[in-house]
């Protein structure tokens, strides 16, 4: 059975002065790292550039699906958690929901409902590009969520030790739906 390299890109810092989840734009900052996943992912063969429909995750891959000369295709299911209004305490919401998995306000989801979607999209993408590489523009909570499940000594501090790291980039090798390895890319 073939392998399929799956590189998961968290997206680089946002502007969280606009607080729509979805049209959340890159800051300069954030538009330079972009940059830098280009540099870090152009010489792998890279298939196909999957995203998440959300602005800033779309932004972070984009330069690198131009430089590929492939279309970003957005799926749904790789969206963020739906927090259900804006947190002003993050940490300390996210730390309830790392010890409840079941635990969303009002009108959000929680971090079980998340990893449900994200890794059904996953493994599905996985199956669907046997023996190639893809890229994956996504979000802390999601790629968190989807290393939880294959490993779930994966909790709160491991989430929390990749908040801050924007353009985080992770190489995860699946042989169908089993992931044989996953380590961090440094640029």
């Known amino acids: 059975m073939d392998r399929t390299t799956i590189y998961f890109v ?29 540099t870090a992912l152009k010489g792998l063969d890279i298939a196909r550039v999957y995203s998440s429909p959300y602005k800033r995750a779309v932004d972070t891959v984009r330069d690198l699906a131009q430089t590929l000369g492939l279309e970003i295709i957005t799926i749904d299911d790789l969206r963020e958690r739906a ?31 998340v990893q449900v979607r994200n890794v059904a999209a996953v493994l599905k993408m996985a199956a669907e590009n046997p023996g190639t590489s893809i890229v994956i523009g ?24 990749i908040i801050d790291k924007t353009s985080y980039i992770l190489r995860c090798v699946f042989q169908g739906q089993v992931l044989l390895s996953i380590e961090e890319i440094g640029y």
């Open 10 to 38: 968290r997206h680089a810092e946002s502007d969280v002065s606009v607080r729509d989840d979805l049209t959340r734009p890159l800051t300069a900052r954030g538009e330079a790292d972009a940059l830098r996943v280009t």
């Open 83 to 113: 927090v259900g209004g804006w947190v002003e305490d993050f940490v300390g919401f996210a730390k309830k929901q790392w010890s409840d998995f079941s635990f969303k306000l009002p009108g959000g989801e929680s971090p079980g409902e």
């Open 138 to 161: 996504t979000h802390g909570t999601a790629v968190s969520t989807i290393i939880n499940y294959f490993n779930p000594a994966f909790g709160f501090a491991d989430f929390y030790s």
